[in-house]
């Protein structure tokens, strides 16, 4: 019976171990400025592995906008870039998440792919 406790009692602490160390590697990037692989932007991945890459814009859109409406809705619409900033500029009004930076990239993505 103590062989089976003592095994069981490794086995635990081994467990605990690898599951600490875990956010060791993300932490230390932080510390160093970096962004962890496991939260990095879809385009920054594919942009490593030579895959098509996404632009920030069309993330953002893809991500952010289509919490509350489809993308078939942006796809319909045609807009010059003051229209899209006054549509923008509406949804996050109503409570899209977008900062400035994230704002002008979905703008820049609009306008190009979207635009008259």
């Known amino acids: 019976m103590p062989?089976?406790?003592?095994?069981?009692?490794?086995a635990a602490f081994a467990a605990f171990f690898?599951?600490?160390?875990?956010?060791?590697?993300?932490?230390?990037?932080?510390?160093a400025g970096?962004?962890?692989a496991s939260t990095a932007?879809?385009?920054?991945?594919?942009?490593?592995?030579?895959?098509?890459?996404?632009?920030?814009?069309e993330v953002l859109l893809e991500t952010r906008c289509t919490v509350c409406h489809t993308l078939e809705r942006v796809q319909k619409k045609k807009a010059?870039?003051?229209?899209?900033?006054k549509t923008v500029d509406h949804m996050?009004?109503?409570?899209a998440k977008l900062d400035d930076a994230e704002r002008e990239a979905v703008m820049e993505y609009l306008t190009a792919t979207y635009g008259k």
């Open 80 to 85: 010059a870039r003051a229209g899209w900033e």
């Open 41 to 57: 932007a879809p385009y920054e991945a594919e942009a490593e592995t030579g895959a098509e890459v996404e632009a920030p814009g």
């Open 3 to 10: 062989r089976i406790a003592t095994i069981t009692l490794t």
């Open 92 to 95: 996050i009004k109503k409570g």
């Open 34 to 36: 970096e962004q962890p």
């Open 18 to 31: 690898a599951f600490a160390g875990c956010g060791a590697k993300e932490k230390a990037a932080e510390t």
